[in-house]
């Protein structure tokens, strides 16, 4: 028979990594079954379309899953047809709500029939609805219900799923179900699926800072889903890939894999909200700030579009994290507080499953806002020291060394950002060690420590360099150049004014700033301080030497003659 002979043909192309072609063979398959197997008929077809789904030609699965829905009266059959029209969404979920119950219906009460639909109900409320919470209680649901219909492929899924979004709500029972995930007898199929607990294992490689291994397992995966043909989870663990190499610092990879990533999600239809999140995060650490800043526009407009809430703050993210670089510290926090306000929303219970709260708390701390700086550190530690996240916590340390600095403490500011450097050398995350010398370098600047600064700025440099992460040394390259401006304002003698003697260190730095023309933001970004903190310096030195504006200052401070003729005023 000519549809048996077509069946072998693509069974034979499934196995060589053909799945496109398996498609195609499996839909001729169809076109030439008896009239009188409708059941043939229509199982082909659901095999085509998942066939297509696998070669990431979405649309086409799609038609062909409506096409044997059409015709499918048996509710295992509709069931399937169903599964293959929500698996073709991507992360365009949003779009076919209306699914759902009408799989539901035709499921009644057959665990088997419902054990796949509760899967994919909890990736629904995840990324349509933004709740991990209710999308743990369909996996659980999924990985009971599969159990009782002997369906350990779907088990398997469901348990993968219900250790990702356990790790995320930082339950403590992660680790066992993923245990439980891994456990044997396993389905092949499933270990190299993007989904799978084999994936889930990288994710919880990386949560416990073990670059390498996660790596090796992302690579390990990569290789085999090249030789299945399945687009959708090599582009998935491409993208992923690329931000272990970010960590890793190993900027040049990373843009390579980030970029093979996207080009795989634009040519099969696949979401493209998360390749170009990747593409942002490997751009801002390796590439062009101006491309990284277009890349998380991207991210952030693909991801609405596919009302995906679980790239939508990650896009955020990326775009606050360019903001933070550039020093647009206003604008980052605008962004960053949107990512903390929808993840916490969502569930998060696990800092290292995002890592964006030391670039907020960093963003706040600059910016003035030194409770809410301090308040979300305080939170972060404690979950980062109860899940033992030891990336986190140094972070968190350098982040707390803002907070210091912005309350005038230099020397506990300087002590922080050691201690998360020396805590970041020990850890494979190196641009995070990188940034934290660059951290301690600016505030040997505003101590007016030259010395020190150079030797922090130079570890910085020495790892960035390393790193290729071209926009970090730019900066670094940056500061290098005040702390040359630190040396020749040393070898000029001064005669400050004796009228500032009054002023603290701090308010008489400010002071002296004021002298030379800078602004507030400028002085801000000198001393290593926030805007509130020079106005509050301000205040107070007006205050102490009678003078209304900065002009009076400027004076008074290159003078030691003049004194205000008109009574202070609080002019900022």
Same mark, same amino acid.
């Given at each position: 028979?000519?549809? /048996?002979?077509?069946?072998?043909?693509?069974?034979?192309?499934?196995?060589?990594?053909?799945? /496109?072609?398996?498609?195609?063979?499996?839909?001729?398959?169809?076109?030439?079954?008896?009239?009188?197997?409708?059941?043939?008929?229509?199982?082909?077809?659901? +095999?085509?379309?998942?066939?297509?789904?696998?070669?990431?030609?979405?649309?086409?699965?799609?038609?062909?899953?409506?096409?044997?829905?059409?015709?499918?009266?048996?509710?295992?059959?509709?069931?399937?047809?169903?599964?293959?029209?929500?698996?073709?969404?991507?992360?365009?979920?949003?779009?076919?709500?209306?699914?759902?119950? #009408?799989?539901?219906?035709?499921?009644?009460?057959?665990?088997?029939?419902?054990?796949?639909?509760?899967?994919?109900?909890?990736?629904?409320?995840?990324?349509?609805?933004? =709740?991990?919470?209710?999308?743990?209680?369909?996996?659980?649901?999924?990985?009971?219900?599969?159990?009782?219909?002997?369906?350990?492929?779907?088990?398997?899924?469901?348990?993968?799923?219900?250790?990702?979004?356990?790790?995320?709500?930082?339950?403590?029972?992660?680790? #066992?179900? @993923?245990? #439980?995930?891994?456990?044997?007898?396993?389905?092949?199929?499933?270990?190299?699926?993007?989904?799978?607990?084999?994936?889930? #294992?990288?994710?919880?490689?990386?949560?416990?800072?073990?670059?390498?291994?996660?790596?090796?397992?992302?690579?390990?995966?990569?290789?085999?889903?090249?030789?299945?043909?399945?687009?959708? =989870?090599?582009?998935?663990?491409?993208?992923?890939?690329?931000?272990?190499?970010?960590?890793?610092?190993?900027?040049?990879?990373?843009?390579?894999?980030?970029?093979?990533?996207?080009?795989?999600?634009?040519?099969?239809?696949? =979401?493209?909200?998360?390749?170009?999140?990747?593409?942002?995060?490997?751009?801002?650490?390796?590439?062009?700030?101006?491309?990284?800043?277009?890349?998380?526009?991207?991210?952030?407009?693909?991801?609405?579009?596919?009302?995906?809430? @679980?790239?939508?703050?990650?896009?955020?993210?990326?775009?606050?994290?360019?903001?933070? &670089?550039?020093?647009?510290?206003?604008?980052?926090?605008?962004?960053?507080?949107?990512?903390?306000?929808?993840?916490?929303?969502?569930?998060?219970?696990?800092?290292? &499953?995002?890592?964006?709260?030391?670039?907020?708390?960093?963003?706040?701390?600059?910016?003035?806002?030194?409770?809410?700086?301090?308040?979300?550190?305080?939170?972060?530690?404690?979950?980062?020291?109860?899940?033992?996240?030891?990336? &986190?916590?140094?972070?968190?340390?350098?982040?707390?060394?803002?907070?210091?600095?912005?309350?005038?403490?230099?020397?506990?500011?300087?002590?922080?950002?050691?201690?998360?450097?020396?805590?970041?050398?020990?850890?494979?995350?190196?641009?995070?060690?990188?940034?934290?010398?660059?951290?301690?370098?600016?505030?040997?600047?505003?101590?007016?420590?030259?010395?020190?600064?150079?030797?922090?700025?130079?570890?910085?440099?020495?790892?960035?360099?390393?790193?290729?992460?071209?926009?970090?040394?730019?900066?670094? +390259?940056?500061?290098?150049?005040?702390?040359?401006?630190?040396?020749?304002?040393?070898?000029?003698?001064?005669?400050?004014?004796?009228?500032?003697?009054?002023?603290?260190?701090?308010?008489?730095?400010?002071?002296?700033?004021?002298?030379?023309?800078?602004?507030?933001?400028?002085?801000?970004?000198?001393?290593?301080?926030?805007?509130?903190?020079?106005?509050?310096?301000?205040?107070? +030195?007006?205050?102490?030497?009678?003078?209304?504006?900065?002009?009076? @200052?400027?004076?008074?401070?290159?003078?030691?003659?003049?004194?205000?003729?008109?009574?202070?005023?609080?002019?900022?």
């Amino acid at each position: 028979e000519l549809a /048996a002979a077509l069946d072998e043909a693509a069974v034979a192309a499934r196995r060589r990594g053909a799945p /496109a072609e398996a498609c195609r063979l499996g839909r001729l398959g169809a076109e030439h079954t008896p009239q009188d197997d409708p059941d043939g008929y229509v199982n082909r077809l659901l +095999t085509a379309s998942e066939d297509a789904i696998a070669a990431g030609d979405l649309p086409e699965a799609r038609q062909i899953a409506h096409q044997a829905l059409a015709v499918a009266s048996e509710p295992a059959q509709r069931v399937r047809g169903w599964l293959a029209v929500i698996d073709s969404a991507g992360q365009a979920l949003a779009e076919f709500g209306d699914i759902f119950p #009408r799989a539901l219906a035709d499921a009644g009460d057959d665990p088997a029939l419902l054990a796949p639909l509760h899967y994919r109900l909890a990736w629904r409320a995840w990324l349509v609805e933004g =709740s991990a919470f209710e999308a743990h209680e369909h996996a659980a649901r999924s990985a009971e219900l599969a159990a009782r219909a002997g369906d350990r492929r779907t088990e398997i899924l469901a348990l993968a799923k219900q250790a990702h979004l356990a790790f995320f709500l930082g339950r403590p029972d992660a680790e #066992r179900t @993923l245990a #439980r995930a891994l456990s044997s007898p396993q389905d092949p199929r499933v270990m190299v699926d993007h989904n799978g607990p084999a994936f889930q #294992r990288y994710r919880h490689h990386l949560l416990a800072d073990r670059l390498e291994e996660a790596r090796a397992e992302l690579r390990s995966l990569i290789y085999l889903v090249r030789r299945r043909g399945a687009v959708e =989870s090599l582009c998935h663990c491409l993208h992923n890939l690329a931000r272990v190499e970010v960590h890793r610092g190993r900027c040049d990879r990373a843009l390579d894999v980030a970029r093979q990533s996207l080009r795989l999600a634009e040519d099969s239809d696949l =979401s493209q909200g998360p390749s170009w999140f990747s593409l942002a995060l490997a751009e801002a650490a390796g590439g062009d700030p101006d491309r990284a800043a277009d890349a998380a526009r991207r991210a952030e407009r693909h991801s609405a579009d596919d009302g995906d809430l @679980l790239f939508l703050p990650q896009a955020w993210y990326a775009a606050g994290h360019v903001h933070l &670089m550039a020093g647009r510290d206003e604008e980052a926090v605008a962004l960053l507080r949107r990512v903390r306000r929808s993840e916490e929303a969502q569930g998060l219970g696990d800092p290292a &499953m995002r890592r964006w709260h030391g670039d907020l708390a960093e963003a706040l701390a600059l910016s003035g806002n030194l409770d809410e700086a301090a308040e979300l550190i305080e939170e972060t530690r404690a979950r980062a020291t109860r899940l033992e996240r030891r990336v &986190m916590l140094a972070v968190m340390d350098r982040a707390a060394a803002l907070v210091a600095a912005g309350r005038g403490d230099q020397v506990t500011a300087a002590a922080l950002a050691r201690r998360s450097a020396a805590a970041l050398a020990e850890l494979p995350f190196r641009l995070e060690e990188g940034r934290s010398w660059l951290v301690l370098g600016r505030l040997r600047i505003a101590q007016h420590d030259a010395s020190g600064a150079r030797s922090a700025l130079r570890e910085a440099r020495r790892v960035f360099a390393h790193a290729h992460a071209r926009p970090w040394l730019a900066l670094v +390259t940056a500061e290098l150049d005040r702390v040359r401006d630190l040396d020749r304002a040393a070898q000029v003698p001064s005669a400050p004014s004796a009228a500032l003697g009054v002023l603290s260190a701090m308010e008489a730095k400010v002071a002296g700033l004021v002298a030379e023309g800078a602004t507030n933001r400028e002085i801000a970004a000198r001393l290593f301080i926030s805007v509130k903190t020079v106005e509050a310096a301000l205040t107070r +030195t007006y205050r102490k030497l009678g003078v209304r504006s900065r002009v009076d @200052l400027a004076r008074l401070a290159s003078s030691p003659h003049h004194l205000p003729q008109d009574p202070p005023a609080d002019d900022r």
